[in-house]
Nanobody, 125 residues
Framework: QVQLVESGGGLVQAGGSLILSCAASGRTVNMYQMGWFRQAPGKEREFVAAISWIGGVTYYKDSVKGRFTISRDNAKNTVYLQMNSLKPEDTAIYYC??????????????????WGQGTQVTVSS
């Protein structure tokens, strides 16, 4: 089992910044990537970004490229999502997830077997 705990959400004005953290514990050795997803009210959960534990290869949703940066600290088993130039449309619950199923793509929700409880990000206009 893998346990994921997110922190860092909150309320920010448009154009502002937030940093989310996700601390992983348990059997993380078999996790290939860590990802961030988000779910806005009335919408399906969508991929935001992911990073490989080994090598630090990153993946981003097109609409966040250049504004969001995902990083990891292997020693702390922690993944971060630095969010800059936030927009009202970034408002959502953000979830951290651990990927272990390589049969599906890194941006596919189904390839992530473990999820955090989510943290709310609200961007006011």
């Amino acid at each position: 089992q893998v346990q994921l705990v997110e922190s860092g959400g909150g309320l920010v004005q448009a154009g502002g910044s937030l940093i989310l953290s996700c601390a992983a514990s348990g059997r993380t050795v078999n996790m290939y990537q860590m990802g961030w997803f988000r779910q806005a009210p009335g919408k399906e959960r969508e991929f935001v970004a992911a990073i490989s534990w080994i090598g630090g290869v990153t993946y981003y949703k097109d609409s966040v490229k250049g504004r969001f940066t995902i990083s990891r600290d292997n020693a702390k088993n922690t993944v971060y999502l630095q969010m800059n130039s936030l927009k009202p449309e970034d408002t959502a619950i953000y979830y951290c997830a651990a990927r272990s199923n390589l049969a599906m793509g890194v941006m596919t929700e189904g390839s992530y077997g473990f999820w955090g409880q989510g943290t709310q990000v609200t961007v006011s206009s």
